[in-house]
């Protein structure tokens, strides 16, 4: 079982729908839960850090449910600009470098 | 505020020829830096990371290496690269601090064609 696991999309949705991703981690000790956005040939950026109690910031809302293992990322709204790949990242406990794994991404494509 | 530069931005190389990848960042001290590779349609890959000079790990046996020369500063070498080198790669850095969450940023990334 990977690490970190997205469907792989891709979710076409015409603009002004909600749409949510999902995204499982397996290390149950996992301490630290990211959102980034990608664009094609451009490197990630971050969205939004995801919290226990979850968090919103406009349109974006994310959530974390550790009894599942999962995080959450629901977009309202969907505007033609929120079309990329959104990739989640987890950062597991221990090590010095408490490293970051990251989804392979879900690609988001919001149609006209 | 922090940055991060990476380049070069586009980079076309034959097999077997040397590689030096350069990665700074500015605006703060003692970063944790990393190498990440993403191959097409496939997810980041850790290469490798650094909590301090001189110091790296690596995360995977490969045809690379990094240094750190500086305290801001990332190399990523290849005396000979293969066919399977071919990538995006991309520096980031993050900063602990107490109570903070720790956040990682990318720099623009170079993309690597092996020929």
């Known amino acids: 079982r990977k690490e970190v696991e997205q469907d792989p999309g891709p979710f076409n949705v015409p603009e002004g729908a909600t749409v949510a991703f999902n995204c499982t981690y397996s290390n149950s000790a996992s301490q630290s839960f990211f959102w980034y956005r990608q664009d094609c040939r451009k490197e990630p950026k971050l969205l939004m850090s995801?919290?226990?109690s979850g968090n919103e910031d406009g349109r974006f809302t994310a959530q974390l449910n550790r009894a599942s293992q999962y995080i959450s990322l629901l977009i309202r709204d969907s505007k033609l600009s929120d079309s990329a790949t959104y990739l989640c990242a987890v950062r597991g406990y221990g090590g010095a470098t408490n490293k970051l794994i990251f989804g392979t991404g879900t690609l988001l494509a919001v149609q006209p | 505020s922090q940055t991060i530069h990476q380049w070069p931005a586009t980079l076309v190389q034959p097999v077997g020829s040397p590689l030096s990848l350069e990665c700074t960042v500015e605006?703060?001290?003692?970063?944790?830096l990393y190498w990440y590779r993403q191959a097409a349609g496939r997810g980041l890959q850790l290469l490798f990371y650094s909590v301090g000079i001189g110091q790296i790990s690596s995360e995977v046996p490969q045809n690379l290496s990094a240094s750190r020369p500086q305290d801001r500063q990332f190399i990523l070498s290849s005396k000979k690269l293969l066919l399977s080198d071919s990538g995006f790669y991309l520096c980031?850095?993050?900063?602990?601090?107490?109570?903070?969450?720790?956040?990682?940023?990318f720099g623009s990334g170079t993309q690597l064609s092996v020929l």
């Open positions: 995801v919290y226990s």
């Open positions: 605006g703060t001290s003692n970063p944790n």
């Open positions: 980031a850095w993050s900063v602990e601090a107490p109570g903070a969450v720790e956040k990682l940023f």
